[in-house]
Nanobody
Framework: QVQLVESGGGLVQPGGSLRLSCAAS????????MYWYRQAPGKQRELVAG???????NYADSVKGRFTISRDNAKNTVYLQMSSLKPEDTAVYYCKVMSSDYRDYWGQGTQVTVSS
């Protein structure tokens, strides 16, 4: 059974940084692309960043230059380094992975709150 475990969320002041992690198991799980989404209260879930197996990345315009997505294929883990955080970045952040047979799997979400 595929499982995604997210970590790294929390409370941070504006201008601060956080690093999210999402580890997929079992280790034999073959992953294609990996993504981070977020959902703020009263808003639709939106794509924040994505990364292919080969390392090509894409970002939402709102986070370009501030967030960096990366992955460790050996660990089946995707990361989201968030810097210069703003109050509008407050949301529940979800990771999603696309398997090699193009199925989507979601993590449970981790809360990120940016507030002074």
């Amino acid at each position: 059974q595929v499982q995604l475990v997210e970590s790294g969320g929390g409370l941070v002041q504006p201008g601060g940084s956080l690093r999210l992690s999402c580890a997929a198991s079992p280790s034999s799980f073959s992953i294609n692309a990996m993504y981070w989404y977020r959902q703020a209260p009263g808003k639709q879930r939106e794509l924040v960043a994505g990364i292919t197996r080969s390392g090509s990345t894409n970002y939402a315009d709102s986070v370009k230059g501030r967030f960096t997505i990366s992955r460790d294929n050996a660990k089946n883990t995707v990361y989201l380094q968030m810097s210069s955080l703003k109050p509008e970045d407050t949301a529940v952040y979800y990771c999603k992975v696309m398997s090699s047979d193009y199925r989507d799997y979601w993590g449970q979400g981790t809360q990120v709150t940016v507030s002074s």
